[in-house]
């Protein structure tokens, strides 16, 4: 005969002291492993510093992207559409120098030259606004 397992019920004040799963080591190990300006495995963005970024708004227009922009935000591209996540490409970020270049320019357009998935989202987190262009997208000579 199989022993019968036997379960602790906690009260509500003792599973409050209980660590929630983003304070275990398994949330920054494995698939959840904090990969630094890219996508891990679990999906999760996150800045160049390391820090996650959340999704704002999907699928910005050229106009919104630019006025984000203006205001400071940063850019991060990823041209073949993959949405850089796991097993896609590697999205690089726009140095001071590029972003320069953009603000106060002409609002990005999409080309569709090769047909490959094409969308502008909104990023952020405490710290930052980020503008990410995936597949065909122009912008003030830089992208």
């Not at 009260?11 to 398994?26: C, F, G, N």
């Not at 909104?122 to 995936?134: E, I, R």
């Amino acid at each position: 005969m199989a022993k019968k397992r036997r379960f602790v019920r906690l009260s509500l004040a003792d599973l409050a002291k209980e660590p929630t799963w983003s304070e275990t080591p398994r949330s920054t190990s494995g698939r959840h492993r904090k990969t630094p300006g890219t996508v891990n495995a679990a999906g999760q963005f996150s800045d160049p510093h390391g820090l996650e970024l959340r999704l704002i708004t999907r699928d910005v227009t050229g106009a919104v992207a630019q006025r984000l922009v203006d205001a400071g935000a940063l850019v991060v591209v990823e041209e073949c559409g993959c949405g850089a996540g796991p097993g896609g490409c590697t999205p690089w970020w726009l140095d001071d120098d590029q972003l320069r270049k953009l603000r106060g320019g002409a609002a990005p357009w999409v080309t569709g030259r090769n047909q490959a998935p094409t969308w502008i989202d909104q990023w952020g987190n405490d710290d930052h606004v980020v503008v990410f262009a995936h597949g065909e997208v122009c912008w003030g000579g830089v992208l």
